[in-house]
C-alpha cells in the first residue's frame, strides 16, 4: 500500500502562482505513475498531468506552458508547479499514485483562484 499526503493548496489571485507537493510512503518501489487530478465543483475528476519514474510527463492541454510537474524519487515526491493560474483552475487537486497492484489517491487539496 501507498499513502500520499498533499500540502501546497490554497486561495490565490488570478495570474499567481502555487506549488503543489505529494510525498508517498509505504510501498513506494512499486509506484510506476504518479500524477495530479483536480475536481471542480459540479464536474468530474479530470487528469491535470503526469509523470513516470522515468521522467516522462504528460500534460491536460489547457494547463500547458502554464503547469509543471516534477517528480523528486530519492525524496518520494512529486510536485506541481502551476503559474499564470485562471479561475478555471479552481478545485480540489488530488496526488495520484499507480502500481501493479491499483491506484491510490490523497486527500485532496484546495486550490482557489480568484478573478
Known amino acids: 500500500q501507498v499513502q500520499l499526503v498533499e500540502s501546497g493548496g490554497g486561495l490565490v489571485q488570478a495570474g499567481g502562482s502555487l506549488r503543489l507537493s505529494c510525498a508517498a510512503s509505504g510501498s513506494i518501489f512499486s509506484i510506476t505513475l504518479m500524477g495530479w487530478y483536480r475536481q471542480a465543483p459540479g464536474k468530474q475528476r479530470e487528469l491535470v498531468a503526469r509523470?513516470?519514474?522515468?521522467?516522462?510527463?504528460q500534460y491536460e492541454d489547457s494547463v500547458k506552458g502554464r503547469f509543471t510537474i516534477s517528480r523528486d524519487n530519492a525524496k518520494n515526491t512529486v510536485y506541481l508547479q502551476m503559474s499564470s493560474l485562471k479561475p478555471e483552475d479552481t478545485g480540489v487537486y488530488y496526488c495520484?499514485?499507480?502500481?501493479?497492484?491499483?491506484?491510490?489517491w490523497g486527500q485532496g487539496t484546495q486550490v482557489t483562484v480568484s478573478s
Open positions: 509523470i513516470t519514474r522515468g521522467k516522462l510527463t
Open positions: 495520484n499514485a499507480v502500481l501493479p497492484e491499483g491506484s491510490y
